[in-house]
């Protein structure tokens, strides 16, 4: 934690942060739950000068390790949203997916979450695994509405090299349409469908900072920051973090590429495109998708119609 405290003061003043510049904290990658909550208190104390009387504070949890205890001690510390991977209610499909927890963990999990006074309360989805049907994600999708939750993701199964089940991507299923109709099941529960993969009554306000590339320092092995046109990348090993927190390699991003990055990320949710960023042939072509009702426009906003084509119609933007 000693190398985590002095990255932090290091980019708290490349950032050069003030009172009230924090908007909102995001303790996640990894596994979070599994380190004791006090273990966080020297981070918390360092930021607590810079947060606003309102942030949004929130932790990843896995079920298994998020005891009652851990959830009580980072609600002590200022954490007011929880986010847990939850993946499915089903406990073979838990088995199959490598999950270390069941589907009682859960709910428990959950339970006393909301029972320890979290103001938010996250859980995540996982479909188009091998032998996903509708019957089954219904049943997690009715599971989840059961519990005190304001918001849920749902992620298609995407299969990554140097992952458990690269070895077997015949455990992805390819059904277009499923994601369709999953999206449909949870907004007609009466959460609003506000990027690809995210709904709630309430909207995270650390996914929307990212999505409207605001500002952002990361902490940790690996953990990406952003500020203006530029990304800080810290080591990925844990042992030469440890070593030298403070050695960040530097990525500038071009002003092109900043575009390009505002286009797909505002296609993909309700953050939108504003008009004055698109050239005159990108607002030509933005104008001719809402003319065939692919986009909409609004106060000086192009807004996307349908997420799950958010990239197709970002590339003919582009051009």
């Not at 199964?157 to 994601?179: C, G, M, S, W």
């Amino acid at each position: 934690m000693q190398a985590l405290s002095r990255q932090l003061e290091f980019e708290l003043e490349r950032f050069d942060a003030k009172a009230g510049d924090i908007e909102s904290v995001f303790v996640g990658g990894g596994t979070p739950s599994t380190v004791d909550a006090d273990m966080y208190a020297a981070t918390f104390d360092l930021i607590a000068p810079y947060l606003q009387d309102n942030a949004e504070i929130t932790t990843e949890a896995n079920p298994n390790s998020a005891s009652a205890k851990w959830l009580s001690g980072m609600r002590e510390l200022g954490v007011n949203r929880v986010s847990f991977g939850v993946q499915s209610f089903d406990d073979g499909k838990l088995k199959a997916l490598n999950r270390a927890h069941n589907s009682t963990q859960a709910k428990e999990a959950i339970i006393n979450a909301d029972k320890l006074g979290f103001e938010h309360i996250s859980l995540d989805l996982i479909y188009n695994f091998q032998g996903d049907s509708k019957e089954l994600l219904k049943s997690d999708i009715d599971q989840a509405f059961e519990l005190p939750i304001d918001h849920l993701s749902a992620y298609e199964l995407t299969i990554e090299q140097n992952t458990p089940f690269y070895a077997t991507p015949q455990a992805k299923q390819d059904d277009e349409e499923l994601a369709f109709w999953v999206a449909e099941e949870i907004t007609h529960r009466g959460f609003e469908h506000y990027e690809i993969s995210n709904f709630g009554k309430y909207q995270s306000r650390h996914n929307r900072g990212y999505w409207m590339l605001k500002d952002y320092i990361g902490i940790g092995a690996g953990a990406v920051g952003f500020r203006q046109n530029e990304r800080y990348y810290p080591q990925t090993n844990i042992e030469a973090f440890i070593q030298d927190p403070l050695k960040v390699s530097v990525e500038h991003l071009s002003s092109n590429e900043i575009l390009t990055e505002k286009i797909f990320l505002g296609l993909r949710s309700n953050i939108g495109i504003q008009q004055d960023i698109l050239n005159n042939d990108m607002q030509q072509r933005a104008k001719i998708a809402v003319n065939e009702d692919k986009l909409t426009y609004r106060d000086g906003y192009f807004y996307n119609k349908n997420y799950f084509i958010s990239d197709e119609i970002a590339l003919y933007l582009l051009g």
